[in-house]
Structures are given as C-alpha cells and as structure tokens.
C-alpha cells in the first residue's frame, strides 16, 4: 500500500504561483513515478505532468508546459509541482497519482494508478 497526502493549493489571482506537494508513504520503494492530474467542476480528471523516479523524466500536458515543473525530494518523499503564470482555466482539484512496480501503459490516463491523494483546491482569480 501507498498512500499520499497533497497539500499547497489555495486561492490566488491570475499570474501568480503555486506549489503543490505531494507526500509519500508506506511501500515507496516499489513506486516508478508520480504523476499529477486535475479535475475541474463537470470535467474528466486530466494528465498535467509526471516526474519519473529513475532519470527524473518529466512530461507536461501541452497546455502547461512552460508554466508548470514537477520536481521530487526523494529524501522527503515528496514529489512538488511548481505552478507558474496560473490562469482562470487552471482552476481545479489536483490530485497526485502513483502504481507499484514498472511503468505504466499509459501515464495520461487515470485508470492506470491505484493511488489517489485526497486532493487538493487550486482557484485561480481572474
């Protein structure tokens, strides 16, 4: 079992940043990367970036892509997504997402990962 915990999200207006954090524990060890979606209101949870454990890979859902950085702390457990120049339309609940053993088929799509944090609320202020 795995469990993670994220936290950072919060109310800002358009522009500024955020960093969200995500908190591992429990069979780490057997983790290959950790990926990070978003769900806005009446929408499908959908891929923003994964940050892979062994050369820390990165990928970026194009809509992000120059604004957003994933990182890890492996010491910490703890994978972060830098969020910058947010916008409107960032506005959603973000959620970290992990698998034991190998990669994934498919790392955009949510039904590959068992673990789900709890989420956490980005609203973004136009």
């Known amino acids: 079992q795995v469990q993670l915990v994220e936290s950072g999200g919060g109310l800002v207006q358009a522009g500024s940043s955020l960093r969200l954090s995500c908190v591992a524990s429990?069979?780490?060890?057997?983790?290959?990367?950790v990926t990070w979606f978003r769900q806005a209101p009446g929408k499908e949870r959908e891929f923003v970036a994964t940050?892979?454990?062994?050369?820390?890979?990165?990928y970026y859902d194009d809509s992000v892509k120059g604004r957003f950085t994933a990182s890890r702390d492996g010491a910490k457990n703890t994978v972060y997504l830098q969020m910058d120049n947010l916008r409107p339309g960032n506005t959603a609940i973000y959620y970290c997402?992990?698998?034991?053993?190998?990669?994934?088929?498919?790392?955009?799509?949510?039904?590959?990962?068992?673990?789900w944090g709890q989420g956490t609320q980005v609203t973004v202020a136009s």
């Open positions: 997402a992990t698998q034991e053993g190998g990669p994934v088929p498919n790392y955009r799509r949510p039904g590959s990962y068992n673990y």
């Open positions: 940050i892979r454990f062994s050369n820390d890979q990165t």
């Open positions: 429990g069979r780490t060890s057997r983790t290959y990367a």
